[in-house]
């Protein structure tokens, strides 16, 4: 999505918080892809605890989580530079 990566780009976070919460609104976020779009969004934008809240978030939204939006996540650490956090992730989620 390109007004997220330029509103990346101009560190206005804020903003892409917003243009992704608006999107729960749509049916569509209950694919899984969908949200994992999203997860790694966040992750280019190095905003890993966002990503990592959608993940949290995605059996409320009712959006399967499998090994697909598991390793969304994991790249997205990776995006945002949060190398610690890989191996919480693997002790933490079964």
Known sequence: MIAVHRLAKAKY???????????????????????????LLY???????HARKLFDEMPQLD???TVYSFNVLLESCIRSERYDEIGLLFRELP
């Open 13 to 39: 976070f804020s903003g892409i918080e917003e243009v992704i919460e608006h999107q729960k609104q749509y049916p569509d976020i209950r694919d899984e892809s969908f949200v994992g779009c999203f997860i």
């Open 63 to 65: 959006c399967q989580r």
């Open 43 to 49: 992750g280019n934008a190095k905003m890993y605890d």
